[in-house]
C-alpha cells in the first residue's frame, strides 16, 4: 500500500515545488493537500467534506506550513496532539518562518521536526527525498499511528 503525506501549505506556489519534489524523489507516496488549518483538521479527523474519506486514508506524516488561513499551524498542531487518535501521528513543520519563537513553540507543542524551506529548488528536491526516506521507508510508527 502506497503511504500518505497530507501536505498542509496555503501557498500555490510551494505547494507545486514540494508536489514536484516528492514527485522526483523516487519514493513511492501519495499526497494529499489541505489549504489551510480548517481542511487539514477536517482531513485529519474526517468531518466536513472528508467525513467520507477511507480509513486507509490516514497519512503517516503531516507536513505543516506554520502561516495558515483560519486556523494557524500552530493551533493545527495542538489539536493533533490533543486527540488520541492522532497526537502520536508524526508531524513535520515546514515553513518560511525564520522565527526563534516559531520553531521554539512549534517543538514544544509536539512537532518531531522543524524544516525551513528551502528557497532554491534543487535544495528543495534534496530535502522532499530525504523527508520522504526517512518518514515513509525508514521510520517505524506506533501501533495506534498506523494506517489501515
Avoid: H
Avoid at 63 to 68: N, V
Avoid at 100 to 120: F, I, Q
Amino acid at each position: 500500500m502506497t503511504k500518505l503525506i497530507l501536505l498542509v501549505e496555503d501557498n500555490a506556489s510551494d505547494e507545486k515545488l514540494a508536489l514536484l519534489a516528492f514527485k522526483r524523489s523516487g519514493v513511492a507516496c501519495e499526497i494529499a493537500v489541505a489549504r489551510d488549518g480548517a481542511d487539514a483538521l477536517d482531513y485529519l479527523f474526517g468531518t466536513g467534506k472528508y467525513q467520507d474519506r477511507e480509513a486507509a486514508a490516514r497519512p503517516v506524516v503531516v507536513l505543516l506550513d506554520l502561516k495558515l488561513p483560519r486556523i494557524s499551524g500552530l493551533d493545527v498542531l495542538r489539536q493533533i496532539r490533543a486527540n488520541p487518535e492522532t497526537r502520536l501521528l508524526p508531524v513535520v513543520v515546514l515553513t518560511a518562518s525564520r522565527e526563534d519563537e516559531d520553531l521554539t513553540r512549534a517543538y514544544s507543542l509536539g512537532a518531531n521536526a522543524y524544516l525551513r524551506k528551502p528557497v532554491d529548488f534543487v535544495e528543495f528536491s534534496e530535502a522532499a527525498k530525504t523527508l520522504a526516506a526517512f518518514w515513509l521507508q525508514f521510520n517505524e510508527l506506533p501501533p495506534s499511528a498506523r494506517t489501515g
